[in-house]
């Protein structure tokens, strides 16, 4: 019955649909789960010297308890003894608060240290949440209006709850900052079929092997991990869209909270359709007040990390200010704004299972988390290659998850590269970060 539906490369009447859906639902099974380990050693600490990263985390840092600032759209998770605070469903209004993973079990710095590093590990280290505190939410959407002679206009009750939610978020991002090394933000957004719960612990490992250098925080969007399959993929997909303002409050209070020297966003699957769209939006506000979006939000690296969005829709996204030169009819500079002050990472496995699914619901030609060099033309390179910044790093090497779709935690020489990238700023083929040069934007993992 599918066979008028196939790509033509596709033998007529194999039943791909059914196959496609129960490997999604081992997907669905599998990502979700709330028992997580830490994430093996990444291969830079295999390195003279590397080790030293954990020798300077500040005292007050050091511990076993990883804290993280996290910021939601979920809503309250509603049964009588709930597992986690936020469920799956979306909620009408941002939250924020604190979020402690621990690394368990429990042990002293120097000891968390040796096990951390070792390779194999003989000591388990297991990832659990255990405390959420909510420190303020904003004003339920949409905010209301009051009628004026000549139009509407905000109620000011309510502008004035948003103003000191701001205020709040911006004060708990001063405070943590003031511990932050680096004075620096990362920001991790997660895919699909995540947690509250999981995507603390991604952030929570990455966190933790960046040396605590940063300020770690994580934007957690209501993705369906419960249900059908099929339907909670695509609830996903509506809810990612859902999140996108959210996102993008998030991120300009983070960014104009004084003392933030850069804003480091990382996206993964599913998530980094979320945050593109949430950056293009941010970039036109950016450029409507004639600001440089990079000066203007303290960007310094993005990293798209097994992004799972259409090839040309991401590149519709990334290419915008080009393309509709309208847009910048007011534009001061006789040159292209700047967006980052860093660079803009794209990882990607043609080995990626879950894309392999995500590519066949969707009718998509390449999916951005699949791409090999080839797939990436002489002058789409060529064209990125002008900004300078701009990095697709392809992993070809076997699956170290069994669906190919994580592997910047799970494989040590992806997350080795991540960071040397995120903590240290290490331009790729640079000493620490072996990468082959495949094209004029394209690299391979040795």
């Avoid at 597992?83 to 079990?105: C, D, T």
């Amino acid at each position: 019955p599918y066979a008028t539906q196939l790509p033509p490369h596709r033998r007529p009447g194999r039943p791909l649909l059914p196959v496609a859906l129960a490997l999604l639902a081992l997907l669905t099974a599998g990502c979700a789960s709330q028992v997580r380990e830490l994430m093996p050693t990444p291969a830079i600490f295999h390195e003279p010297g590397a080790q030293e990263i954990f020798a300077t985390v500040p005292e007050a840092r050091r511990g076993h308890i990883v804290d993280l600032l996290y910021i939601t759209d979920r809503a309250p998770d509603p049964t009588p003894q709930p597992q986690l605070p936020y469920g799956q469903q979306r909620s009408r209004q941002i939250a924020f608060g604190a979020a402690e993973v621990a690394l368990l079990p429990a042990m002293d710095w120097q000891e968390l240290t040796h096990q951390s590093l070792a390779d194999p590990r003989k000591q388990p280290i297991e990832l659990r949440l255990v405390s959420t505190r909510e420190l303020g939410t904003y004003p339920l959407e949409p905010y209301p209006l009051q009628r004026k002679t000549g139009g509407s206009a905000r109620d000011p009750i309510v502008m004035e709850w948003h103003r000191r939610s701001n205020a709040a978020l911006q004060a708990e991002v001063a405070r943590r900052l003031a511990e932050a090394p680096s004075g620096e933000v990362m920001l991790y957004v997660h895919g699909f079929n995540e947690t509250f719960a999981t995507a603390a612990y991604t952030a929570a490992e990455l966190c933790h092997f960046f040396g605590r250098t940063h300020l770690c925080s994580f934007f957690t969007w209501p993705a369906a991990s419960t249900g059908n399959p099929l339907t909670s993929y695509a609830s996903t997909t509506e809810s990612a869209q859902y999140s996108v303002g959210h996102l993008k409050k998030a991120i300009r209070t983070i960014a104009r909270t004084p003392g933030v020297q850069r804003l480091h966003l990382l996206a993964h699957s599913r998530g980094t359709a979320l945050l593109l769209y949430a950056l293009r939006e941010l970039s036109l506000e950016a450029v409507a007040n004639g600001e440089d979006p990079a000066d203007a939000f303290k960007f310094g690296h993005w990293v798209l990390m097994s992004p799972d969005i259409d090839a040309q829709v991401a590149s519709q996204q990334l290419e915008i200010f080009a393309s509709d030169p309208d847009l910048l009819t007011n534009w001061h500079a006789p040159v292209l704004p700047r967006f980052l002050h860093g660079r803009l990472t794209i990882y990607t496995s043609p080995e990626d299972r879950a894309l392999k699914l995500s590519k066949f619901l969707f009718r998509s030609t390449d999916r951005v988390g699949q791409l090999k060099p080839e797939d990436i033309s002489p002058a789409t390179q060529a064209y990125f290659a002008t900004t300078g910044n701009v990095d697709i790093i392809v992993y070809e090497g076997r699956r170290t998850d069994p669906f190919g779709h994580s592997y910047f935690t799970s494989n040590p020489r992806v997350s080795a590269d991540l960071v040397e990238l995120v903590r240290n700023g290490t331009p790729p083929g640079a000493p620490g970060r072996p990468l082959i040069r495949r094209g004029k934007v394209t690299w391979e993992l040795e």
